[in-house]
């Protein structure tokens, strides 16, 4: 099979294509996204660069496979190293859409008043999605209760009726880079705000809410 | 990924540095496929000894904090290890018998922190000694948990910025 040069668990992300681009900083970035989309309450920023790499990587890895020798080793290696990428790549990808179901009017809203130059929560495949669910939840709800209503009553806000993301549920993280003075409001009146410092490396158990923009920028990985 | 050593005694293993007799690091689940495919021998790690392990046993026991482990995969490599290539692994149960203690008296005390952190209502908490497999065995339920907490506080105060209610 060719290509293969080195046969270790770092390089067998970089499939048999043989190329020469750091795959293992791909891999760290593919599965921080990955468990950041699964523990974070609200829909991440899209990733697409990541994902259009991890798919060019499954076809080369696939198309490799193919022209390969039958019964090698390699060959079966190769084959589970593929299933474990595609598992988390879809695993991803429904741990998105399952957010964008549960959250559309609001994901819609927020992708309508993005700034310019803002990163898009949404890929353009997602935000068709989302339109078109929105689209049949209102045809569906109208068509089975609302032209029943009595005229006044006949419109519902889909903003105000389906419930926000829980922006302060707690989650667990890791710190990659250090955070100095980050504030932690209090829970309760008697307590007081206080600051702290996130060292490299600890493990912390806070409110998504403080620690958003981190997430957003790399700075922690949620666990 | 936690890496694993292992040792390819086969003449089948044409690949770069799996060279039969010859130990190689691979990642725990190629290891335990080829484990299972009986590909060759798993060498456990360093910590996986019987001294060592009663050493980090009585250590979590006299701490109230705790402890470094080993590894962060300390749990799931044992259990790994020991299902799949316990032939491999010297005093096996012992080995067992112990990592089983040490996870004992951690949850243990993991749970005394998340209570004392939900009565207290705190609103951060530190946990660097722990491993992932520790924090996922209660993490869900106290995250839930505290939500629902923070749902009926919030509940008792009429808020000038309501959140959307469930209909």
Not at chain 1, 100 to 117: C, D, M, N, T
């Amino acid at each position: 099979v060719e290509g293969i040069q080195e046969f270790r668990g770092e390089d067998l992300f970089s499939g048999l294509s043989g190329r020469r681009i750091p795959r293992f900083h791909l891999q760290r970035a593919f599965f921080q996204a990955w468990l950041n989309e699964k523990f974070a309450p609200e829909l991440l920023e899209s990733k697409p660069e990541i994902i259009e790499c991890v798919v060019e990587q499954l076809d080369h890895m696939e198309a490799n496979l193919k022209r390969a020798k039958r019964g090698d080793l390699k060959v079966s290696i190769h084959r589970m190293e593929i299933e474990r990428i595609r598992y988390v790549l879809s695993s991803y990808l429904r741990c998105r859409l399952v957010k964008i179901e549960k959250f559309f009017p609001h994901v819609l809203e927020k992708e309508k008043s993005r700034a310019e130059g803002e990163p898009s929560i949404l890929s353009p495949e997602e935000f068709a999605f989302a339109k078109e669910y929105m689209a049949n939840t209102e045809i569906y709800l109208k068509n089975v209760a609302l032209k029943h209503m009595p005229p006044n009553l006949q419109k519902v806000s889909l903003l105000k009726s389906v419930p926000r993301p829980n922006l302060d549920s707690f989650v667990f993280l890791r710190v990659l880079e250090r955070q100095e003075n980050i504030l932690v409001e209090p829970e309760t009146d008697e307590q007081r705000e206080y600051t702290i410092d996130l060292e490299e490396g600890s493990q912390h158990l806070i409110r998504y809410k403080t620690v958003a923009p981190l997430v957003a920028s790399g700075a922690v990985q949620l666990i | 990924i936690s890496r694993q050593v292992l040792w390819c005694p086969s003449p089948h293993c044409y690949l770069g540095p799996f060279n039969p007799g010859l130990p190689v690091e691979v990642p725990v689940w190629l290891a335990i496929n080829l484990k299972q495919r009986q590909k060759c021998r798993l060498i456990p790690p360093e910590w996986m000894d019987v001294e060592k392990l009663e050493e980090i046993r009585d250590q979590e026991r006299k701490e109230d904090t705790f402890t470094p482990m080993p590894s962060p995969y300390y749990m799931e490599l044992t259990k790994l290890l020991l299902n799949y290539a316990s032939d491999n692994i010297p005093k096996a149960d012992e080995i067992r018998t112990l990592v089983k203690e040490t996870w004992d008296t951690r949850l243990a005390k993991l749970r005394l922190s998340a209570d004392s952190f939900v009565r207290q209502q705190e609103a951060h908490a530190k946990l660097d000694n722990l491993t992932l497999m520790e924090i996922n065995t209660t993490g869900t339920f106290l995250t839930q948990a505290l939500d629902h907490m923070y749902k009926l506080r919030t509940n008792l105060q009429p808020s000038e910025s309501a959140h959307s209610q469930d209909f």
